[in-house]
């Protein structure tokens, strides 16, 4: 059982690229979240889902896209990267809002 | 504006001693709070959750507690090892909200 995947693990993109970063889960929860974490400020939500069809967005949603169209897959799109979107980014699941998150490996995304 | 601190950024203890870790809160009511680790290059790992309703959780060799009037929340990790190092996150769940909000952390060194 895989949990959570994400990809890329790593990525250096100049500045007003286009990027996705890919999430997969197999526990089919309902529930997904996309964070950045940032030395000093700790995890943020960017968006999130509470089910497969519906997002909504998080405490630092700026620049950031969602799309939910099915329960497995949460991809995350920066359309025009900025050099503040430089930061280490984590995909969670639960199966209910209240319920321990599991999170992913994580993708370290620079901007330059 | 929500608020959540950890006591410390970082915490040295030595090997079988008790450490405890505080988690402070204002502009809350949780009705959840969660406990994660955190270890480098890694995502956060569920530990333990408390509802309101509870003022002590206990899990092997830890131990959670919420004080509701104090907005408080206490981690102890008792007899405590080197493999006990890593980051320690607090993440509290207001009624009615859809995600979690999380504390920056403390980074916990258990030294042999």
């Known amino acids: 059982i895989a949990g959570i995947t994400q990809a890329p693990t790593s990525q250096i993109l100049a500045a007003g690229r286009r990027m996705t970063l890919r999430c997969t889960q197999d526990m089919r929860h309902n529930a997904m979240y996309w964070y950045r974490q940032d030395l000093g400020l700790g995890l943020r939500l960017i968006h999130y889902?509470?089910?497969?069809?519906?997002?909504g967005k998080g405490e630092v949603p700026d620049g950031y896209s969602v799309s939910r169209a099915n329960t497995d897959d949460f991809p995350l799109t920066l359309a025009s990267a900025v050099p503040s979107q430089t930061s280490v980014y984590f995909c969670?699941?639960?199966?209910?809002?209240?319920?321990?998150?599991?999170f992913g490996p994580g993708t370290r995304l620079t901007v330059l | 504006s929500q608020k959540i601190e950890q006591n410390s950024e970082a915490l040295n203890i030595q090997e079988g001693k008790t450490a405890t870790l505080t988690c402070n809160y204002t502009?809350?009511?949780?009705?959840?709070l969660q406990w994660y680790r955190q270890d480098p290059g890694r995502g956060p790992v569920f530990l333990l959750l408390?509802?309101?309703?509870?003022k002590e959780k206990r899990k092997e060799r830890l131990k959670v507690t919420f004080d509701t009037t104090l907005k408080q929340s206490l981690f102890h990790i008792t007899a405590s090892q080197p493999a006990d190092s890593a980051t320690y996150l607090c993440a509290l769940y207001p009624p009615g909200a859809n995600n979690l909000f999380f504390g920056t952390g403390t980074r916990l060194t258990v030294i042999p």
């Open positions: 889902s509470n089910t497969a069809g519906t997002t």
């Open positions: 969670a699941s639960s199966d209910g809002g209240s319920n321990e998150q599991f």
């Open positions: 502009n809350y009511s949780p009705a959840y």
């Open positions: 408390i509802r309101e309703n509870e």
